[in-house]
């Protein structure tokens, strides 16, 4: 049945289509036009699904408005100090196509290291996983919890989730434990995973321990622009 004629999918079930989506991606088993059109699809649907909800509130000119919808540092512990480059610049946003695998180059995306001299996924300072924390109030899209060091996969154990208000994705990669499942509404602050050192890249010695953070800002298409969160970062809340 065309999506066009189905009955409006629930937020579970657009987070459904959202993971099956991106694993396609990730394992190249849909062409990439054919992605752009579902995860438009998808994406404008949970668009209109919040837009039109009486109750998900987007009020910000209150106090509990802001509150509510205030960004947070996504790394327990951790400052600015934390994120790589002297000025955020290990951010390269240019070449970015999220629906072709082999596209390779670009990092439109902060990178945020811990104390880890030893690489055991724990801060050094005190011998504790280090909590990653979602920087929106959102919907988790899509997550994955199995990677091992035998998948060539780059994100490992990664986490999506959508923000109803600015109406984009927050994508944290490379987690060791993943503290919430698929549907689960996460507010600001909350704790949604542990660093790891998760994916292809960040598995091996040469790379410091680190929490992979990107932004996709969805267009009137449907489709992800991405955006450099190091301004979002510097205002960001810490706890």
């Known amino acids: 049945m065309p999506f066009s004629e189905m009955s409006e999918p629930t937020p579970y079930q657009y987070c459904q289509q959202f993971n099956t989506l991106y694993i396609k991606i990730r394992e190249e088993s ?3 036009d054919s992605a752009r059109a579902a995860f438009s699809r998808i994406m404008l649907g949970l668009q209109e699904r919040y837009k039109s909800s009486v ?20 790394l327990k512990g951790y400052s600015t100090s934390a994120i790589g480059g ?10 970015f196509d999220l629906f072709d695998y082999n596209v390779r180059g670009s990092h439109p995306a902060q990178d945020i290291f811990i104390r880890d001299q030893n690489q055991d996924s724990v801060d050094d300072r005190n011998g504790k996983p280090v909590d990653v924390l979602s920087m929106s109030e959102g919907l988790v899209v899509a997550m994955e919890t199995g990677w091992t060091p035998a998948q060539e996969y780059r994100g490992g154990n990664w986490i999506w989730v959508y923000d109803p208000v600015r109406n984009g994705l927050f994508y944290y990669a490379h987690n060791n434990v993943v503290t919430v499942t698929m549907g689960d509404w996460v507010r600001a602050g909350q704790k949604i995973a542990e660093v790891g050192r998760s994916g292809l890249n960040a598995y091996k010695a040469r790379s410091p321990t680190h929490l992979h953070l990107m932004y996709l800002q969805l267009q009137p298409n449907g489709l992800p622009l991405p955006q450099n969160t190091y301004a979002w970062l510097l205002s960001a809340k810490k706890e």
């Open 55 to 74: 109750g998900f509130p987007t009020d910000t000119t209150t106090d509990s408005g802001r509150e509510r919808t205030a960004l947070w540092f996504p």
């Open 86 to 95: 002297t000025h955020g610049e290990g951010y390269r946003g240019n070449g």
């Open 30 to 32: 849909i062409l990439p």
